[in-house]
């Protein structure tokens, strides 16, 4: 019978030690195993060359490396590069690289599809299938920097957990990624640069808090108006906007980060002179910026991008209230870079 082989970046650095004594040989083996595995991102133990052939055998006869590939990848004219990346059971998610002059963001993703049911989302359209692993997360992150480097010349600069799937619904394994990318054993790059933006947890925002991470905050907020909200984010009804609020008020007490909104404005749903109000009423509870974000349409004609005048209006309104506002551009409309978009089409 075939025995069924460990995934090793399911073991810990001490576990890789004691592996290695309980095979008697030197725990140190354990740290260079770990650092082929989350730093420099090895995806065979052939890639080991400090170990000797024999050490890789016996690596190779007790595990297995499941890692992502990189199934179809999509350049825009505009320099964005689009993953639909292959997991090992062969469920498909996406991540995306974004240029601009002078950073290259990754936006990975957290679950294959999404249990949330957002109206204007592709992903979801696809129904959750599953978390995706911590390395699951790292790998994405690895072959963007990849990317990165061939493309750009320059390494990956920051990343967003703004595709596909709920991060904060799969929060353990999220923060088991952010770790290996952050430590100075992993890829060492600084929590500052990396943003988990979520549809809004209250319960998950405060363990956030809670657990005094270092990387920043993003809501999808869309409408501060609770009637709209639900209507285009129907878990608003559960997780209505006071207690929303409620737990952001407590996420910048604790961590005095302040809270990013990211908002794409949507003709008459949310384009009116009422929404802008609420939505400045909503940004005085706790320091805060918003991300005017425009839509790449989903295909199904009720989501329309707000015309210009409307994204103005917005834009005075906040800066009038001294809120610090961004306009942010769509990339990739070419290559069906709204999360999701490309899964959907396997
Ligand atoms: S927008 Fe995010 S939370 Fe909402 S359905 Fe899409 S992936 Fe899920």
Request: charged share 30%; glycine share 4%; with cysteine.
């Amino acid at each position: 019978m075939e025995i069924k082989k460990k995934d090793i970046r399911a073991l810990t650095k001490d576990q890789l030690r004691e592996f290695f004594q309980n095979q008697g040989d030197k725990a140190f083996r354990g740290n260079q195993v770990y650092e082929w595995l989350w730093n420099k991102g090895a995806h065979t133990f052939e890639d080991m060359t400090n170990l000797s052939k024999d050490t890789r055998q016996m690596l190779q006869d007790n595990f297995v490396i499941n890692h992502i590939k990189v199934d179809v990848m999509q350049r825009s004219s505009d320099g964005t590069v689009k993953n639909a990346v292959r997991l090992h059971d062969d469920l498909i998610v996406e991540s995306v690289l974004i240029p601009t002059k002078t950073r290259t963001t990754a936006c990975v993703s957290s679950q294959v599809g999404c249990s949330l049911d957002c109206k204007f989302c592709a992903t979801a359209r696809l129904k959750r299938m599953r978390n995706l692993n911590p390395d699951e997360i790292y790998d994405q992150v690895v072959a963007i920097d990849r990317e990165s480097r061939l493309y750009f010349d320059r390494p990956l600069s920051n990343i967003v957990f703004m595709g596909m799937g709920e991060p904060l619904m799969n929060y353990n394994n999220v923060l088991k990624a952010i770790d290996k990318i952050t430590s100075p054993e992993g890829l060492a790059m600084s929590p500052k640069r990396i943003v988990v933006s979520t549809s809004g947890v209250p319960k998950m925002i405060k363990k956030m808090a809670d657990d005094d991470v270092k990387f920043k905050l993003a809501v999808s907020l869309h409408s501060a108006i609770d009637e709209v909200r639900t209507s285009i984010m129907p878990f608003n009804a559960t997780f209505p906007l006071a207690t929303l609020r409620e737990a952001l008020v407590y996420w910048y007490e604790k961590t005095k980060n302040r809270i990013t909104y990211e908002y794409v404005v949507w003709e008459g749903i949310n384009d009116k002179r009422k929404d802008v109000d609420a939505l400045v009423e909503f940004c005085k509870f706790a320091p805060s910026k918003v991300n005017l974000i425009e839509y790449n349409p989903i295909d199904d004609g009720i989501f329309q991008q707000a015309k210009s005048e409307a994204i103005d209006m917005y834009q005075k309104v906040l800066e009038s209230n001294n809120i610090t506002v961004t306009v942010r551009r769509s990339r990739g409309k070419d290559i069906d870079a709204a999360c999701g978009q490309l899964a959907n089409k396997e």
